[in-house]
C-alpha cells in the first residue's frame, strides 16, 4: 500500500461513522499493546547489585544515600618489609625536606589521611566524577580503610558529604599524585556540590615527588604499581589495569552489574596499602640507609645528592662511596664527580685528586670536569703551573665549540697561568 492510498483510507476513516473509527482504534491500541508487551521467550537480564557482592553498607544522609565499606587490618599486619607498627615508628622529619613544605614537619601518620579515587576518566575537569573515594587512616592499634562508592551519580552530594567530615577530623593528607590529580579534581567537585571543604589548604605528603627523587631510574618509571612490585616486594592478584575502571563503571551504571565493578574495591585497596608501605619506605631510606638497605648503586646516588642538597655531608659521602661500588659503568662518571666534589668541599683534597686522576686516565671520558679540576688543584695547590697548563689544554679538546662560555673561561685560566709561569722564570 503506497502512501497515496494510505491517505486516502484515512480520509474515509475520517469521514465514516463513528462505530468505524472507534473500530479502527481499537485496533491500533491492541496493536500498541502487543508491541510494548514484553517477549515472554526473551529472558530478562540478571541483576547483581553492588550490596550482595561487596561486603558494605548503605549509609543515609541529608544529602541521600551512599554506599560504604569498611575493613581493618591490625597493627602486625605485614605489607612490603615493614609492619604497620614498624612504619609508626619511623621518624616523620623527612617529609618537609622531601616534599619543601614546612608545614609537614609535624607530620604525623596518626593524624594523616591517605586518599586515593577512583575516577570516571583521567583528564580531570567538571564532567569527571571520583565515582570512590578510598581513605585509609590509623586509629588505636590498627588501620582503616574505607571506601565511599557512588552507586549512582546522585550518590555524589552524599559521598562528598562524608568525605568532608572525614577530612575535617585529619590534620594531613597523603596521596600518591593527589596534589596534581585527586585534590583539585576533588575541590572542583566540591565546589559543583556547593560543600565547604578544606581539602586543597590541608598539608599534603605527595609521595610521587619523593620516589622520582630517590628511585627514577632505578625501575622503569615511577609509578605506583611498579615501586609497590619492585620496591615494597607485593605482587597483586586478580587486579585490573587501571585503564580499564573508567569503562567498568560505566557499564555498571547502565546495567546494574556489579561482578566486575567489584574488583576496583580490591584495586583501590591495594593502592592506600601500599601508598602506607611506600611512606614508610621513603622515611625509613632516608633516615636510616643502612636500615634501609637500598638494592642499587642508583638508589644510593640519589639519596646521597639529597643529603647533600640539605646539608647533610656526613650521610652524602658514604651514599656516593657506596654507589661507586654498585652502580652501572654508565653512572660511574657522574657518582665520581659528586663523590670527589664532596671530598673537595670537605677538605678532603687528596681524595678528591685521586679519583680525578682516575677520571683522566678513562679512555671515555663524558667532559672536561676531571681536567679543569686537577689543573685548579695544581694551580692553587702545587703551585705547579705548567703542570697546571698542560691540564687546561686538555680540557680544551674535549670542550665542545657549542660551549664558548666555558671555552673562553679555560682560555682566560690559560692566560693567567702563563703570565704566573712567566713571573716565576723572571725572578
Same mark, same amino acid.
Given at each position: 500500500?503506497?502512501? /497515496?492510498?494510505? !491517505? *486516502?483510507?484515512?480520509?474515509?476513516?475520517?469521514?465514516?461513522?463513528?462505530?468505524?473509527?472507534?473500530?479502527? !482504534?481499537?485496533?491500533? %491500541?491492541? #496493536?500498541?499493546?502487543?508491541?510494548?508487551?514484553?517477549?515472554?521467550?526473551?529472558?530478562?537480564?540478571?541483576?547483581?547489585?553492588?550490596?550482595?557482592? +561487596?561486603?558494605?553498607?548503605?549509609?543515609?544522609?541529608?544529602?541521600?544515600?551512599?554506599?560504604?565499606?569498611?575493613?581493618?587490618?591490625?597493627?602486625?599486619?605485614?605489607?612490603?618489609?615493614?609492619?604497620?607498627?614498624?612504619?609508626?615508628?619511623?621518624?616523620?622529619?623527612?617529609?618537609?625536606?622531601?616534599?619543601?613544605?614546612?608545614?609537614?614537619?609535624?607530620?604525623?601518620?596518626?593524624?594523616?589521611?591517605? !586518599?586515593?579515587?577512583?575516577?570516571?576518566?583521567?583528564?580531570?575537569?567538571?564532567?569527571?566524577?571520583?565515582?570512590?573515594?578510598?581513605?585509609?587512616?590509623?586509629?588505636?592499634?590498627?588501620?582503616?580503610?574505607?571506601?565511599?562508592?557512588?552507586?549512582?551519580?546522585?550518590?555524589?552530594?552524599?559521598?562528598?558529604?562524608?568525605? /568532608?567530615? @572525614?577530612?575535617?577530623?585529619?590534620?594531613?593528607?597523603?596521596?600518591? *599524585?593527589? %596534589?596534581?590529580?585527586?585534590?583539585?579534581?576533588?575541590?572542583?567537585?566540591?565546589?559543583?556540590?556547593?560543600?565547604?571543604?578544606?581539602?586543597?589548604?590541608?598539608?599534603?605528603?605527595?609521595?610521587?615527588?619523593?620516589?622520582?627523587?630517590?628511585?627514577?631510574?632505578?625501575?622503569?618509571?615511577?609509578?605506583? +604499581?611498579?615501586?609497590?612490585?619492585?620496591?615494597?616486594?607485593?605482587?597483586?592478584? &586478580?587486579?585490573?589495569?587501571?585503564?580499564?575502571?573508567?569503562?567498568?563503571?560505566?557499564?555498571?551504571?547502565?546495567?546494574?552489574?556489579?561482578?566486575?565493578?567489584?574488583?576496583?574495591?580490591?584495586? *583501590?585497596?591495594?593502592?592506600?596499602?601500599? @601508598?602506607?608501605?611506600?611512606?614508610?619506605?621513603?622515611?625509613?631510606?632516608?633516615? &636510616?640507609?643502612?636500615?634501609?638497605?637500598?638494592?642499587?648503586?642508583?638508589?644510593?646516588?640519589?639519596?646521597? #645528592?639529597?643529603?647533600?642538597?640539605?646539608?647533610? %655531608?656526613?650521610?652524602?659521602?658514604?651514599?656516593?662511596?657506596?654507589?661507586? /661500588?654498585?652502580?652501572?659503568?654508565?653512572?660511574?662518571?657522574?657518582?665520581?664527580?659528586?663523590?670527589? @666534589?664532596?671530598?673537595?668541599?670537605?677538605?678532603?683534597?687528596?681524595?678528591? %685528586?685521586?679519583?680525578?686522576?682516575?677520571?683522566?686516565?678513562?679512555?671515555?671520558?663524558?667532559?672536561?670536569?676531571?681536567? +679543569?679540576?686537577?689543573?685548579?688543584?695544581?694551580?692553587?695547590?702545587?703551585?705547579?703551573?705548567?703542570?697546571?697548563?698542560?691540564?687546561?689544554?686538555?680540557?680544551?679538546? !674535549?670542550?665542545?665549540?657549542?660551549?664558548?662560555?666555558?671555552?673562553?673561561?679555560?682560555?682566560?685560566?690559560?692566560?693567567?697561568?702563563?703570565?704566573?709561569?712567566?713571573?716565576?722564570?723572571?725572578?
Amino acid at each position: 500500500m503506497d502512501l /497515496k492510498e494510505r !491517505l *486516502n483510507r484515512l480520509t474515509s476513516v475520517s469521514k465514516g461513522q463513528p462505530e468505524e473509527r472507534s473500530q479502527v !482504534l481499537s485496533d491500533l %491500541r491492541q #496493536r500498541l499493546d502487543r508491541l510494548l508487551e514484553p517477549k515472554k521467550n526473551v529472558q530478562k537480564r540478571a541483576v547483581f547489585p553492588i550490596e550482595e557482592l +561487596v561486603k558494605g553498607e548503605v549509609i543515609s544522609t541529608p544529602e541521600g544515600e551512599t554506599f560504604l565499606t569498611k575493613e581493618d587490618f591490625p597493627s602486625h599486619f605485614r605489607y612490603g618489609e615493614m609492619t604497620l607498627t614498624d612504619i609508626l615508628d619511623i621518624p616523620t622529619y623527612p617529609a618537609h625536606l622531601l616534599s619543601k613544605d614546612e608545614r609537614l614537619k609535624e607530620l604525623d601518620f596518626k593524624k594523616a589521611l591517605f !586518599l586515593d579515587t577512583e575516577t570516571t576518566g583521567l583528564a580531570g575537569g567538571t564532567g569527571t566524577f571520583a565515582f570512590m573515594v578510598g581513605l585509609g587512616f590509623f586509629r588505636e592499634d590498627q588501620f582503616s580503610i574505607y571506601q565511599f562508592f557512588m552507586r549512582d551519580y546522585s550518590e555524589e552530594r552524599a559521598s562528598l558529604s562524608l568525605l /568532608k567530615d @572525614m577530612t575535617d577530623s585529619f590534620q594531613f593528607l597523603v596521596t600518591f *599524585n593527589g %596534589r596534581q590529580y585527586d585534590i583539585p579534581l576533588l575541590e572542583t567537585r566540591f565546589i559543583l556540590s556547593r560543600i565547604l571543604s578544606k581539602i586543597r589548604e590541608m598539608p599534603n605528603f605527595d609521595l610521587l615527588y619523593p620516589s622520582r627523587k630517590i628511585w627514577k631510574g632505578a625501575y622503569e618509571n615511577c609509578r605506583l +604499581v611498579t615501586l609497590e612490585s619492585k620496591l615494597l616486594g607485593i605482587e597483586r592478584t &586478580d587486579d585490573i589495569p587501571s585503564e580499564w575502571i573508567p569503562y567498568l563503571y560505566f557499564d555498571y551504571i547502565q546495567t546494574r552489574d556489579a561482578r566486575k565493578i567489584q574488583q576496583v574495591f580490591y584495586h *583501590n585497596q591495594m593502592d592506600i596499602l601500599s @601508598m602506607v608501605g611506600l611512606a614508610g619506605r621513603i622515611h625509613l631510606v632516608y633516615h &636510616d640507609p643502612q636500615a634501609a638497605r637500598p638494592r642499587k648503586g642508583i638508589e644510593h646516588f640519589a639519596l646521597g #645528592r639529597l643529603f647533600w642538597e640539605h646539608g647533610q %655531608r656526613e650521610k652524602a659521602i658514604p651514599c656516593f662511596e657506596i654507589a661507586l /661500588k654498585r652502580c652501572a659503568d654508565d653512572l660511574s662518571w657522574d657518582v665520581m664527580k659528586w663523590l670527589s @666534589m664532596a671530598f673537595k668541599k670537605t677538605g678532603q683534597a687528596e681524595k678528591a %685528586r685521586s679519583l680525578w686522576e682516575e677520571m683522566a686516565g678513562w679512555s671515555y671520558k663524558k667532559d672536561a670536569f676531571p681536567y +679543569v679540576e686537577l689543573a685548579k688543584y695544581h694551580e692553587h695547590r702545587l703551585k705547579d703551573w705548567a703542570r697546571a697548563i698542560n691540564y687546561v689544554d686538555e680540557a680544551l679538546e !674535549l670542550i665542545p665549540s657549542h660551549q664558548p662560555r666555558e671555552v673562553e673561561l679555560l682560555r682566560h685560566r690559560r692566560r693567567r697561568l702563563e703570565q704566573k709561569k712567566v713571573s716565576i722564570l723572571a725572578r
